[in-house]
Each structure stands twice: as C-alpha cells, then as structure tokens.
C-alpha cells in the first residue's frame, strides 16, 4: 500500500516507519496517525515483520508534534473524541503490539511527538535530539497518553516538572531519567536501532510478545502485574518455541523459533 506521510520499507524482516512531512517538522495530521494505524496494524499479521522501527524524515526532527491547525477551533466534546480516537488507534495499538517497536528520535520529539516515541517499548536519540510536552503553553495539555507513560518512565516528580514547565530536556538528561535508552551521534542512530531489533530477533518471538504484555501490565490500571506474569510464563511452557529453546540448550546449538 502506499502511503502520503509516510515511507515504509521491509528489510531484514525489519518495517522501518519514517514519518515524512519534513516540511512541517512531522507533525502528526489526521491523515498521518490514520497510516500510522494502517500500517502497524497490518504488519501484526504479516509473518515476513518481526519487528518494528519508527523515526522521522530529515535531520530536525522525530515529530515536533501534532498538526494544531487542525484542533485550534475544536470545544470539548471534539477534544475529548480526538484524544480518545488517537490513544485507542495509534498509541496504545503500538504499546500493546507484542512485536518489539523502537523509536529511533532523529531530532525534536515534542508534544504528541514524544508521545509517540514514548508509546514504543524502546527509545533511542541522537545526541542533539531535545525533547518535551509544551501543551501547557498552548493551554493544553498531552492527550495522547503523554502525562500517564512520561510519569511512568521518569517518576511524578520530573514528569510533573517537564509537563507543568513546558521546558524541554535535550539528550543527555532524557537518557539519565530513563526517558530514552541508548543516545548515539546521529550517523549511528539507524545502525543502534537495526542492531538493538536484530538482537531481539534471535529471540523467542512468543516469549518476547509475552514479556511485553507481562511488563504493561505492570502499568494497566485493573491488571495485576504479577498474576498477568505468572499467566505469560505459564503460557511459554505450551509454545514450541519453549521446546525448541531447552532443546537447543541442552544440544549446545542456536535455536530456531518459529514464533508459536
């Protein structure tokens, strides 16, 4: 399929996501988080994807935010379907994916930007990356999930201070708060990401959907964490993936998973 906002490629059994509005910073349009959903959703069933990489066109930015020209007459009830339609197709469809997703932040991740790298189970950044949640200047504040997972992955205490601020972090205090993982010179940020998802890749593609379902879990209201964990555990031990696993071990041999 093709798409308007974005470029999409398969390699490796790699989907690489590149965000490409470059001429508006990436900035997220209806039409843009419409394809996000398309194509994410789509490469759940695709057996040739085994995971996931997102970044954004040009050196500036990841996505400097979402499209305000689109919102700035809306009232509330508008709002509030805006929010809840982009949290429940896009965000949460991408945290919840039990193939791995990894932001690769090439520059600015801001607003709804970095609440898109934030929805990805793993992040890394350029060193001149900054980031932010500026809603509040605007009279906002983040609606795609940015106040419940900035919380999560700094702590209250910063989280409240980047939201209530507006101010944004640059590399190096996102990676000493954990908001990111890994900050590279941007000339390595690709090979980081394609290395990091390779790694994953010579894992068990069951066990790692379970792991990330165990971890959210952990950050789900009305879901018990350890019990979803015992569940998920308890579920690898029916996976032939267990059994080739062990098997492999025992033989001293690399183990080929399947995925079932």
Known sequence: ?????????????????????ESKL?????????????????????????????????QKAFVAGADISEFADFNADEGRELAREGQSKVFDV?????????????GFALGGGLELAMACHIRLAVSTAKMGLPEVSLGLI???????????????GKAMEMILTADMVNAEEAFRTGLVNHVVEPDLLMHKAEEIMKKIMTRSPFAVGCAIRAVNAAFTEGQNGYETEITEFSNCFDSDDFREGVAAFLQKRKAEFTGK
């Open 1 to 21: 399929m093709d798409y308007i906002n974005l470029l999409v490629e398969k390699r490796d059994r790699i989907l690489f996501i590149t965000i490409n509005r």
């Open 26 to 58: 990436n900035a997220l349009n209806k039409a843009t988080l419409a394809e996000i959903h398309d194509v994410i959703t789509e490469s759940f069933h695709d057996e040739e994807v085994a995971g996931i990489i997102i970044t954004g066109a040009g």
């Open 94 to 106: 991408i945290e919840n994916s039990e193939k791995p997703v990894i932001a690769a932040i090439n």
């Open 142 to 156: 983040p609606g795609y999930g940015g106040t419940q997972r900035l919380s999560y992955l700094v702590g209250k």
